[in-house]
């Protein structure tokens, strides 16, 4: 079966730090991932996309990246991190075609800016 | 450009009722899905929906969809409390691009 891990699952960084956080999918092979915000109280923001190695989509302009150095990985990074990227990071896959029915999503990583 | 609208955004209701949330969107898809999140937790994937007419029942939660109308709806009979969370709806554009845009949720508060 399949499984997608975030980690760390809590961050808290001081303003100006850089950010990695990683995504990894067990079980499945060329998935979509994805990456969304949700800041506290509100709706999901997809941030980034990617259909394959090294293909990115960005959908908000903004102090952060999105790599995908391995089929089955997925990092968002920053190098300097802002009051405002602070909320909770969720990674999903999800295998495209007639054949699929959803995405699935990570637990999340919950990050604080101060 | 898609834009999925749910309402209402907050419901708080008494265990025992029913009630329906709304999901419209605003361009052709024929696959609609919902989510559930509870507080401080990731989502978990309730009903997909690929049809125009297709209606999915799980428990107390009833999910269907018009494509006609660009309209999906979820009904909760006899609310209990323990349904108390985010619900959101989803719409996939899968045939034009590799996204779902997600509606701004509905935070539901089931009272005892």
């Known amino acids: 079966s399949q499984t997608i891990h975030q980690w760390p699952a809590t961050l808290v960084q001081p303003v100006g730090s850089p950010l990695s956080l990683e995504c990894t999918v067990e079980?499945?092979?060329?998935?979509?991932l994805y990456w969304y915000r949700q800041a506290a109280g509100r709706g999901l923001q997809l941030l980034f996309y990617?259909?394959?190695?090294?293909?990115i989509s960005s959908e908000v302009p903004q102090n952060l990246s999105a790599s995908r150095p391995q089929d089955r990985q997925f990092i968002l990074s920053s190098k300097k991190l802002l009051l405002s990227d602070s909320g909770f990071y969720l990674c999903?896959?999800?295998?495209?075609?007639?054949?699929?029915?959803?995405?699935?999503f990570g637990p999340g990583t919950r990050l604080t800016v101060l | 450009e898609l834009k999925v609208e749910q309402n209402p955004l907050f419901l708080s209701m008494q265990e025992g009722k029913n009630y329906t949330i709304y999901c419209n969107y605003s361009?052709?898809?024929?696959?609609l899905y919902w989510y559930r999140q509870d507080p401080g937790k990731s989502l978990e994937s309730l009903f997909v929906?690929?049809?125009?007419?297709a209606v999915k029942q799980e428990g107390r939660l009833m999910a269907s969809l018009d494509t006609k109308a660009r309209l999906s709806t979820l009904h909760i009979t006899a609310a209990v409390h323990d349904l108390s969370a985010t619900y959101f709806c989803?719409?996939?554009?899968?045939?034009?691009?590799?996204?779902?845009?997600f509606g701004k949720g509905t935070r539901l508060h089931i009272l005892p």
């Open positions: 999903a896959w999800s295998v495209l075609g007639p054949s699929t029915d959803t995405q699935y």
């Open positions: 079980g499945t092979s060329n998935p979509n």
């Open positions: 990617s259909v394959g190695i090294g293909q």
């Open positions: 361009t052709t898809s024929d696959r």
């Open positions: 929906l690929l049809s125009n007419g």
């Open positions: 989803a719409v996939d554009l899968w045939r034009r691009d590799d996204k779902i845009i």
